[in-house]
């Protein structure tokens, strides 16, 4: 099971690339304005398994160990124990600190979660970061008309819904696993970005 946290802004923060005559630099056609105030962003906590994309939930509290143990306690195991009833999975979380709190490792040894060991800085094999890069895409390629949190809210929601539908999303970012490590012994534990 893969776990990861997700900050969605409300433009995007990609750099552009403009491509201008000489002394051109501030002809209307190559400016490209960007909102430099009223930003505002959604954090999202989200899981899923080779049973398909779990829940996202929409974090509306400060990120740390206390939030992440009540994820874990009311939205985590009921949800995921509806597909591993007997608890026989293994929970992917990466190495923030939050995740490394005593709380939540005295809260995994209770609850009897076991955890993948997973090397730091290592974003390249969690396969959910390729579902946090579709749903970018997809949530910068809308023109808000509303520019407010609670519709980046709903279209957050909504794109997670559209990925769950994909029938063959999950299995082909499973089948890539073996792809993934391989390029990474293959570099010496350098890892790419995919």
């Known amino acids: 099971m893969f776990t990861d946290e997700k900050v969605f802004q409300l433009t995007s923060n990609r750099h552009i690339r403009i491509y ?52 874990l306690e009311n939205v985590m195991l009921p949800s995921v124990r509806h597909h591993f009833p007997e608890n026989n999975f293994i929970l992917q979380q990466d190495n923030c600190p939050v995740h490394n709190a005593q709380i939540i490792k005295e809260y995994f040894a209770t609850n009897n979660v076991e955890t993948m060991v997973w090397p730091a800085k290592c974003p390249d094999v969690n396969i959910i970061e390729n579902v946090w890069g579709m749903m970018t895409k997809k949530i910068y390629d ?32 499973y089948s890539s696993i073996p792809r993934r490590l391989n390029e990474i012994l293959e570099r010496n534990g350098a890892m790419t970005k995919y």
């Open 20 to 71: 201008r005559p000489n002394k051109t630099r501030y002809n209307e056609e190559y400016i490209n304005n960007s909102n430099r105030s009223g930003r505002f962003s959604v954090n999202v906590w989200a899981w899923l398994s080779r049973h398909g994309l779990g829940v996202c939930w929409i974090l509306n509290e400060r990120f740390n160990a206390i939030t992440y143990k009540n994820i």
């Open 142 to 173: 809308i023109n808000f008309k509303q520019q407010n949190r609670d519709t980046l809210i709903h279209f957050i929601k909504q794109t997670w819904d559209e990925l769950s539908d994909d029938p063959l999303l999950i299995a082909n970012l």
